[in-house]
């Protein structure tokens, strides 16, 4: 199916193939093939609409898994194409990880909210995003589907091209706190680990902070800046002495 948009800066969105997958094996052949993965949309129509050519989009939106939020084994597992605002008043979520659910509520704005999912909001790399530090901290572990099998990473070393299925987090981990009060200068996560987003060019995970590389120095804050306010941050959540 050939499909196009026209953005709301009225700029024509180049057309491309429309897949809508009814499996994730064929997902996984489609994006193996070329298509960008689509659930939210936030960011990938907004790179449409600056004008990004994508060849073929694969529309997620009918694979029942990828929005399903389940516990096992002592394990959440919250389907990549789970919207934020889900996350926020899931009652699974909140039986077993309320901690998760508070972090989660300051993430993006009502329409993002209601529209975007966790896995698009770490498939962005975007490095001022809030899934990233907060299921870093968790200890979380991602789940990922290829023609090859089934990979299981870690939030830092997370592929792009491969189609993020779930994401599995440990029902008995330390209770988790999330300061983004000081966006887009620096975020911090503490949880199993101490997460800090923004401030470097992906986020950094560690459990001592003084092993923390150097921030980057920008027009946004300098690097000595950063430095400290990660400090303040993350004492005030309890990850530093």
Known sequence: MTAGFVSRSHRAIAPFELHRPSTIGQAIEQIAAGARPHAGGIDLLERMQQGDHVAAVADLGGLADLHRITVAAGVLQIGAAVTHAAVEGDPIIAEHRPDLADAWTTVGNVRIRRTGTVGGNLMAFDKNYDAAPILAAAGAVLVFASTEGE??????????????TRIEVPVDGRALRFDRSLKPVVSVAVGDHIAVGCAYPAVQVVDDIDTLPEPIDDAEASATYRRRMIRVLAERLGGAP
């Open 151 to 164: 990979l299981r990473t870690g939030v830092t070393d997370r592929p792009s091209s491969l189609l993020l």
